[in-house]
């Protein structure tokens, strides 16, 4: 199954809900969470600090610059996401549709790229398998 990643976003602070929309809002995430962890898509969910708590590192020369705040001003920015494993697009943009009316913010759904295979000549993917016999303590 092919991993992908449901970014939330939002602008500012957050959807514009009520106290009583915001809890049943919490309440709407926490069953998708359930239903996600107990159909084995579940791999990995979290929800980020406000913006203003970013720090961006940028490679400068040989050197590194540490700044406060986003490394892009935009109006929108990254509040959460899942990691979910689903057999395709499709089944993935149906969890999106659900998460989306629970969290009541836009999803954007985006498979990972593979991870290539190891070569297995590669002296440090070598296995007693794999490995030649000086390798393997022959």
């Known amino acids: 199954m092919t991993q992908y990643l449901l970014s939330v ?14 809890r049943q809002s919490f309440a709407d995430v926490d069953a998708f969470n359930d239903k996600v962890i107990s159909t084995g898509a ?12 970013a720090t961006t590192v940028r490679r400068s020369g040989g050197d590194f610059l540490v ?4 490394y892009l001003e935009t109006k929108e920015h990254l509040g959460g996401f899942w990691v979910l494993e689903a057999a395709d697009l499709d089944a993935a ?43 393997a303590g022959s």
């Open 67 to 70: 700044t406060d705040g986003p």
């Open 9 to 22: 976003y939002h602008a500012g602070t957050g959807p514009d809900l009520t106290d009583e929309e915001m």
């Open 93 to 135: 943009l149906a969890l999106a549709r659900e998460a989306t009316v629970a969290c009541r913010l836009p999803v954007e759904v985006r498979p990972f790229a593979p991870v290539p295979a190891a070569d297995a000549a590669s002296p440090d993917t070598a296995t007693p398998d794999t490995a030649t016999p000086d390798e």
């Open 42 to 53: 579940f791999v990995f969910a979290g929800g980020l600090r406000p913006v203003e708590s």
